[in-house]
Structures are given as C-alpha cells and as structure tokens.
C-alpha cells in the first residue's frame, strides 16, 4: 500500500521548533519536508515595506535544521509565502539565507524560484476584462487608481507551479506568495494521492503542531497520506493528537467551517470522519477536492496610507480618569487651533485608553471602573515630520492641560519613558484583497543551481 | 447560572483574512454543543446586538457537528493593520461571547 509522507517542522519558518521532534520523523521514510513562511494575520505593513516578522537569524536556524535532512536524503524542502508575504523582496532575503546555508554545508542544490509577484499593467488589464472581484462584500472594488498606489501586489498560487517544480527534480522550492496548504498539497499529488486528502492535509500540516494537544505552531508534526485517507501524529511525545483536537482544527483562522475555497477549487469537508486508529495517531476519511467553473486565485496587495506618532502614559489621577473623553476633545480642539495652517484633511488624532476600552471600543460592553488607565495617543500624518510635529504638541498639550476641577497642576501624564514619543514609520493597508480569474498559470519558475562549483 | 466561557472548552477569535473576523465556540461534550445548538441562545440577532453590528455583517453563522462547534464569521470595521484597527489578529475579539448565560429560557 502506498504511504506518502510530510513533515512540517513548525507553523512558521522562523518560529523555531525542537530539533529532536524534526529529526523523529526520519526514522521512516520521508516524501517532502515543508514549512510554510507567510501570513496576512500581522497586517499589510510585511507586504507593502517588504520585510519580515520573524528575523534573518531565526531563519537560518530553521532552515539549518530542515536541510540536515533534505539535502542528504534527497528530500524536497519547500518553503511556502517566502518571507512573510511572498513578494519578490521577501524571496529574495530567504534565497541569500539559503545560499550560505548551501555554501557553508558544501551542499549542492537545484533550487526551483516561484514568483508570485504581478505587474501592475496586467491587474488593470485584468480589470478591464472584468476578471477582478473583492473577496468579500466589505471590501471596495478595486480601482485603477488603487492598483497604481500599491507598492507590489501578489497572488496566491495553487500546487500547479509547485507540482512542475517537483517534476523538473528541484531539491529545494521557494514559493512566493501560495494558499498556506499548497506546497503540502503538491507533494501528495505529485505522487498521485487524491487532492481532497491532500489538500484537507496541508491546511492541518501548515500550522505545525497546533492541532495536538496541547497545541503549538512551534513543534513538529507528520502527516501520511494513503488511498483513502491520511493520518497526523505529532513527533513531540508531549503532545498528542486526538480526534476532536484535529477535527477543530478544521475551524481555526478560516470563514466557514467545512467549506474552504482554495485557488481553483473548494473543499469540501463537510463529510470527514475523523477517528483515533492508534493513541495519537487520527486518522481523516471524506475530503472531497470539487474544482470550481473558473480558476481563481486570490491576489494581495498593500499601500502606504500614512505617517505614524505615537506616545503610551499612564493616568492615575481619578479625577482626570472621570473627564477622559471630555479632555480629549478639549486637547484635540487646542491641537488644531495651534496647527491652524494644516489643513485638517492631512492628519488624524486618536486616543486609545487601555483598561477601559482599547481593545474593542464602541463594542465594549463593561462599565469602566478601574483606577488607572494606559493611554495611546496617536498621530497620523501625510508625512513623518508632520506626524511627529503634532504629537509633541498633542504631548505636551495634554500633559500641561487644565481641565475643570483639576489638582495637580504640575502634570496630567507619568510618561514610562525618555524620550516619550516615538517615531514609527509609514502606516499600509490592504489595497488589494480580490479574486483574480486566470485562464494559465501565471506563476513564472526560475531554476538555481546553488553549491560546490556555482 | 453558567456562563458560555465555563461552559466551551475553546472560545476564541481570530482574523480570518484581513477584512473578516471569526468567533469559534468549541465544546468537549456532545451533549454541551447539543444544548448550545438547540437552545436557540446563540442568533446571529444576538451575536449583531452583542457586538454592534447589523445581521449582514455576519457573513458565516455555522454549526459543524462532528468538530462539536459553532463558527460566526464577521465583516471587519476596519481592515486588520489599517490606520484605526485595534486588534491586528482579531485574537481578543471573543470576550463580549463569554458572559452569555447559557442556562436563559
């Protein structure tokens, strides 16, 4: 009977996970070692400044491990969303991590580059053929105008690329930009298991270890996969897998609860069994792969829509902690009045007050009753100098402020720092969340080969 | 009285996509999820009167029985990074579901 092997080391390159968990795996035969390196979860800013949340160094170590074992073993390594977001930047940063990896080891590696980066003169032709849709009814369609102020925009692929890149002998494949299950997906299809299972795989490998229990994404877990079914274990003998660990974890971080739609496809797992075959071991029955009428893949973009300033005090004063809302408007208007040649179209003014309603705002439903209240100010601005200007006066405004009733008149703020403000660099948002429907693959392959003679 | 946070073995929210927020209700005991599910406690009326926001915005509302879960998937305000955003993960959103008592007629 045919068994094909996953490992995924963590749920996020750069995480970090045991070494030894990893390393189990290998005490069998291992079809494909992958790890998926992207997420929209932090926010536009890794898309639309080009960087990562996980650091250069952490990468490595990751990648260190992961590539003890592939390289000698003739184990395909992928590495999905290549950076954080998959742009070309982000490929790029991992490709020079992995070249001095492969360089220092004296490895040698064809490494198979799929880009996942679109020009913008193809979005607004795509747009003018009306093959542009937003992804959900929240999201504006998107505009000419849109697509010419985002910085790079990219596009979730399938495991079409990703399969070829397997068939063309790639030793190690750095996606960009990919729906986080593909480059699980594609190993089981590249040995012919049924898409359903192997795609219903690769959305529970991806996050590593976070569908046992207890659950992490920085831990090791494997997945088989045979004819008509898989199984997931987890490589760490802490933690287990158990049925309803892993049939929750069809929930996690997506719209619907059964019904996932993927580039080109939806899945539908509204039939699975799940059922413990052995202690830790869950085995999955029923995913169904139903192709859609047309291919879709969903395209992410982000632009730069301001500056930011911000400053955190504390507020311990009760008689200041009864006027918040009142102070803040007093301030805001004494800001303006002072910045009268600003036009007010070009910057915006914010408080967030930690312990009483920071986190969810108008939605919170608790009365406030605390004695001491954190609060961020925050300043937006056309430009950084701009931003900057205006919360020093916001700053010092609020902390000198005299409101009605007050007693201490030699300051309003306990700043927990010097200096208090603090620059923080171009805001982004998502400009582009749409689905963009392609006729053919239009992830372009680059081939490496990386090592001994290069 | 036993409010749905005792009563869930996860209660939990999370971005699902920049511009779409989901609440899970997990239960350990099928008979949990069986009282939640048949109570009628859970509306997406209530869930929009909770947390502000007209029904339409509640794009999922959806009981998946063999996970033994409820799954409410909701519009976003504003989108997850964005200037105003308040929680870039979604991840403490749940905290208004927690209070629910789920022993009301």
């Known amino acids: 009977m045919k068994e094909i092997r996953i490992v995924s080391p963590s749920g996020m390159l750069g995480y970090g996970f045991p070494k030894e968990s990893f390393d189990r795996a290998f005490d069998q035969k291992i079809d494909g070692i992958v790890v998926d390196a992207g997420s929209t979860d932090a926010g536009p800013h890794k898309l639309g400044a080009g960087v990562s949340i996980v650091s250069e160094?952490?990468?490595?170590?990751?990648?260190?491990?992961?590539?003890?074992?592939?390289?000698?073993?003739?184990?395909?390594t992928i590495i999905g969303s290549a950076g954080g977001a998959g742009a070309k930047q982000h490929v790029e940063d991992t490709l020079a991590i992995l070249k001095e990896i492969i360089h220092e080891q004296n490895y040698e590696a064809k490494i198979a580059v799929i880009w996942a980066d679109f020009e913008k003169d193809y979005i607004i032709d795509a747009l003018d053929d009306n093959r542009i849709t937003p992804l959900s009814n929240n999201i504006p369609d998107l505009t000419k105008e849109a697509v010419q102020e985002t910085a790079s925009i990219v596009a979730q692929m399938g495991h079409e690329p990703i399969l070829e890149a397997l068939q063309g002998g790639a030793d190690i494949i750095v996606c960009g930009r990919a729906y986080d299950p593909s480059p699980f997906a594609a190993i089981g299809i590249y040995h012919g298991m049924d898409e359903g299972l192997s795609y219903h795989l690769g959305k529970i490998l991806e996050c590593g270890a976070l569908c046992a229990e207890p659950g992490t994404t920085k831990d090791s877990i494997l997945g088989t996969i045979y004819s008509d079914s898989f199984t997931v274990e987890s490589l760490n003998p802490e933690r287990k897998c158990t049925k309803t660990s892993v049939a929750a974890h069809t929930f996690y971080e997506k719209e619907h609860p059964y019904l996932l739609n993927g580039p080109g496809f939806q899945l539908d797992l509204s039939n699975c069994s799940f059922t413990e075959k052995s202690l830790g071991v869950v085995e999955v029955k029923g995913s169904t792969y139903v192709e859609t009428e047309k291919h879709l893949v969903k395209l992410e973009g982000a632009r730069k829509t301001s500056y930011r300033?911000?400053?955190?005090?504390?507020?311990?004063?009760?008689?200041?902690?009864?006027?918040?809302?009142?102070?803040?408007?007093?301030?805001?208007?004494?800001?303006?009045?002072?910045?009268?040649?600003v036009p007010e179209t070009e910057y915006e003014i914010n408080f967030y007050y930690y312990g009483k309603n920071a986190v969810l705002g108008d939605k919170e439903p608790e009365i406030f009753q605390g004695h001491e209240v954190g609060v961020l100010f925050e300043v937006l601005a056309k430009t950084?100098?701009?931003a900057n200007a205006l919360c020093a006066t916001l700053r010092s405004t609020y902390l000198h402020y005299g409101y009605e009733g007050r007693k201490s008149t030699a300051g309003n703020l306990a700043f927990p720092f010097a200096p208090s403000d603090v620059t923080f660099g171009p805001v982004y948002q998502f400009s582009v969340y749409h689905l963009l429907e392609v006729t053919d693959n239009p992830f372009r392959i680059e081939w490496l080969e990386v090592g001994s003679n290069d | 009285m036993t409010k749905l946070y005792e009563y869930a073995k996860v209660l939990r929210s999370k971005n699902a996509g920049p511009f779409e927020v989901t609440l899970d209700i997990l239960f350990e005991e099928k008979e949990k999820y069986d009282h939640v599910k048949q109570s009628g406690i859970l509306t997406k009326e209530r869930i929009a009167r909770l947390y502000h926001i007209e029904v339409s915005d509640i794009h999922h509302f959806v009981f998946f029985d063999q996970a033994l879960g409820i799954k409410i998937t909701m519009?976003?305000?504003?989108?997850?990074?964005?200037?105003?955003?308040?929680?870039?993960?979604?991840?403490?959103?749940h905290a208004p579901l927690m209070n629910i008592d789920i022993d009301e007629e």
């Open chain 1, 309 to 341: 300033a911000f400053v955190i005090a504390g507020i311990r004063d009760p008689l200041l902690l009864a006027n918040l809302e009142k102070v803040e408007k007093e301030v805001k208007k004494q800001v303006k009045n002072y910045y009268v040649e």
């Open chain 2, 75 to 93: 519009a976003r305000d504003i989108s997850s990074g964005s200037a105003g955003d308040r929680d870039v993960y979604g991840a403490q959103q």
């Open chain 1, 384 to 386: 950084q100098e701009l």
């Open chain 1, 57 to 76: 160094r952490a990468v490595k170590k990751d990648l260190e491990i992961m590539l003890a074992q592939g390289i000698p073993n003739k184990i395909p």
